[in-house]
Each structure stands twice: as structure tokens, then as C-alpha cells.
Nanobody, 122 residues
């Protein structure tokens, strides 16, 4: 019913920048929050940044001031602008969204994208 598709990952040198995108598609009635998480092997998934439907945002301490989350509600898209990247930012970044769908009645569920790899070399 709903798919989240991330793009924009890749390999970048320390100090560089990347912009991740996540597009939600399907029978969407309303998108509540959209968030970016990241995970490295052997570690717990970490919330990087979140965007609530009222426009408020929140960030992990480790990325505040370097990363910026933004949304284009008309395109059902959330972005993550990552600047001053560090090797410790290397991870698989996944998009998460709480979405109400309108197929066969209203239903609110949590959705995940497949993830995109970000690698920062020193």
C-alpha cells in the first residue's frame, strides 16, 4: 500500500556533504512524522532527525548543527541535508514514516524504507 524509497547515499570524504531523499508513495491520506534513522553493524538503530507534521524538528546531539531535515508535503518527501560529514557518520540511513492510508477505511501504520548506505572516508 505504501512504499518509502530513499536515495542520495554514497561515498564522500570527511568534511563533505550529501543530501538524502525519501519519497512516500501509495494510498496516502496523511503523513504524520517522517524520520531518519541510521545503523551500523553491531550497534542499535539511532534516530538521527525527525520532522513532525506541525513543522517541528528534532535532532540527535551528534548531528545537530551539521544535519538539516526538511519536508516537501506536496511531494510526500523528506530530505536530510548532511554537512561536515565525519567518518563516524558512516551507516545505513533509513527513512521512517507514520502514515494514515485511506484504503478500505483509515489505518495508521509505521513504514520503513530499505535504507541507503552512507560512507564517509577519512
Amino acid at each position: 500500500q505504501v512504499q518509502l524509497l530513499e536515495s542520495g547515499g554514497g561515498l564522500v570524504q570527511a568534511g563533505g556533504s550529501l543530501r538524502l531523499s525519501c519519497v512516500a508513495s501509495g494510498s496516502i491520506f496523511r503523513i504524520h512524522h517522517m524520520r531518519w534513522y541510521r545503523q551500523t553493524p553491531g550497534k542499535q538503530r539511532e534516530l538521527v532527525a525527525g520532522s513532525i507534521s506541525d513543522g517541528s524538528t528534532n535532532y540527535a546531539d551528534s548531528v545537530r548543527g551539521r544535519f538539516t531535515i526538511s519536508r516537501d508535503n506536496a511531494k510526500n518527501t523528506v530530505y536530510l541535508e548532511m554537512n561536515s560529514l565525519k567518518p563516524e557518520d558512516t551507516a545505513v540511513y533509513s527513512c521512517n514514516a507514520l502514515i494514515t492510508t485511506g484504503v478500505s477505511g483509515m489505518r495508521t501504520s509505521n513504514y520503513w524504507g530499505q535504507g541507503t548506505q552512507v560512507t564517509v572516508s577519512s
